[in-house]
């Protein structure tokens, strides 16, 4: 399986500042998947990324609110814009594994909006 | 468009004792299914994971999970309860003409008593 590094594991930030979201994986990746998971909810997909092209956003996901870059086919970043206490919640990046199928998850970004 | 039930929200279950844990999905065709742990404060892991042939799947913590095609179901199951399996869990379902997304569950709380 593939090691997901994801940076930084939590921050508090202010309303209407932005944080940006890091992961690094160890092995190319086709698709990197990025999901958000509001206190005490299931995981929500946010947007698929593929190197080279435009992300792809789901309902209620704006690139406006959430721009994801992918440079290249191991690293992928996104931005929580200008920010509210109602984008509290814990982001994780996703890669589909080469393997067998299967997903694996970074640890997670705690972000706190106060 | 894919979609999974958890119809249980917590499970309270006495260690030793035997646990299972119910998942429905709905999808066209057969779809990739997986089961998640997440511990407080942890990231996901996977359990185990499904896509074709033996409908009994057998995972890692002495965890398994049956297929049944009739009932669209994917429950998990483990026969003797530890305190370390005290955590929230996902089912999840995947399909490669959703463009391999997940869709999760809305996961299951389970408590383990001494």
């Known amino acids: 399986s593939a090691v997901i590094s994801q940076k930084p594991s939590r921050d508090i930030c202010q309303r209407g500042t932005s944080l940006t979201i890091q992961c690094q994986v160890d092995?190319?990746?086709?698709?990197m998947f990025w999901y958000r998971q509001q206190p005490g909810q299931s995981l929500t997909l946010i947007a698929t990324?593929?190197?080279?092209?435009?992300?792809?956003?789901e309902s209620g996901f704006v690139i406006d609110k959430f721009p994801i870059s992918r440079p290249n086919l191991t690293f992928s970043t996104l931005t929580v814009s200008n920010m509210s206490p109602e984008d509290s919640s814990i982001y994780l990046c996703?890669?589909?594994?080469?393997?067998?199928?299967?997903?694996?998850f970074g640890s997670g970004t705690r972000l706190t909006v106060v | 468009a894919q979609s999974v039930t958890q119809p249980d929200i917590h499970i309270t279950v006495s260690e030793g004792a035997s646990l299972e844990l119910r998942c429905n999905y709905s999808?066209?065709?057969?779809?990739?299914l997986f089961w998640y742990v997440q511990s407080p404060g942890q990231g996901l892991q996977l359990l185990l994971k499904?896509?074709?042939?033996?409908?009994l799947v057998q995972g890692i913590k002495g965890f398994e999970a049956e297929f049944k095609r009739s009932q669209s179901s994917f429950n998990l199951r483990k026969p003797s309860v530890h305190w370390s399996d005290a955590a929230e869990y996902f089912c999840a379902v995947g399909a490669r003409a959703a463009g391999n997304k997940l869709t999760f569950g809305g996961g299951t709380r389970v408590l383990v008593k001494p």
């Open positions: 092995s190319q990746v086709t698709m």
């Open positions: 996703s890669v589909e594994d080469a393997g067998p199928r299967g997903y694996t």
């Open positions: 990324a593929n190197q080279g092209s435009e992300a792809t956003y």
């Open positions: 999808y066209g065709a057969t779809p990739y």
């Open positions: 499904y896509f074709s042939g033996d409908t």
